[in-house]
């Protein structure tokens, strides 16, 4: 099978890129069976919206994974305790709104998405690596499974992924909004890269427009953010998976700037 993730989307910039670029991304590297994305960013940079949301699945994405600013927009959680198109970090403890892991089905292709969170600089939540082991024991997971970490830190992103190396087919970072170059095939069959990049506007602080971000790390003192909307990009990664053993069979970093 064949899955486009797509990093971060932040704000309206990176669902104009969305908008506009996967359509080609369907033509030139297409079909895909599934078309994933980071959305925790794209209600104005911070959160989701339902009316966002439903912008984003009519764009034709499968399902969105999240992070930590999923839970910004409180009228938002009544949506993502009822809708199954929209994860929340699995490892976050029992009583929280949402689900971490959609089965996904296209014709008699399977594929289990599952989205984890960091802790290190993180919120203190519940453990990636255990979680991840819990998921894994459930009867009903396909031989596909596709994580994203939702981390801050390299080393705990690389962590996981050796850790879960042969059990799943990909680890996909996210969250840094920075690009890495270091997508593999790991010994053990499972596709890696540390950060797949953020869809939105590149031009300023990872989506953010320096006005508002370089007061704050000159001063110390609380600014607003804004959404970018300079050198607006897609970034994110295609995999090939192998349908009967679920190992990955190809992963490709995604760099499309919109103009």
Not at 82 to 106: K, Q, T
Not at 125 to 151: G, K, N, S, T, W
């Amino acid at each position: 099978m064949k899955i486009l993730f797509i990093g971060d989307i932040v704000g309206s910039p990176g669902r104009k890129a969305v908008a506009a670029l996967l359509p080609r991304l369907r033509k030139e590297a297409g079909p895909f069976d599934f078309v994933l994305a980071n959305g925790e960013n794209a209600a104005a940079g911070f959160g989701l919206t339902e009316r966002v949301f439903q912008e984003i699945l009519d764009l034709g994405v499968d399902c969105l994974t999240s992070g930590n600013h999923i839970w910004d927009k409180r009228e938002f959680l009544e949506i993502l305790a009822a809708e199954d198109r929209i994860l929340r970090p699995a490892n976050y403890p029992p009583g929280c709104p949402g689900l971490g892991v959609a089965l996904l089905e296209r014709g008699k292709r399977r594929l289990a998405v599952v989205n984890l969170q960091g802790r290190v600089f993180m919120p203190v939540i519940d453990c990636p690596f255990r979680a991840a082991d819990a998921i894994l024991q459930d009867e009903r997971m396909p031989r596909c499974v596709l994580v994203d970490f939702h981390a801050e830190a390299t080393s705990e992103k690389r962590a996981l992924a050796l850790y879960l190396d042969g059990r799943v087919s990909a680890v996909i970072g996210t969250h840094t909004h920075v690009q890495t170059a270091d997508e593999s095939i790991l010994h053990g069959g499972t596709a890696y890269q540390t950060d797949c990049g953020m869809t939105g506007g590149h031009g300023g602080v990872i989506g953010m427009k320096r006005e508002g971000v370089l007061p704050r790390f000159l001063t110390g003192m609380p600014t607003r953010f804004e959404v970018c909307e300079e050198g607006i990009r897609l970034n994110g990664v295609l995999l090939e998976i192998d349908d009967e053993t679920g190992r990955a069979l190809d992963i490709r970093r995604i760099d499309i700037p919109l103009d």
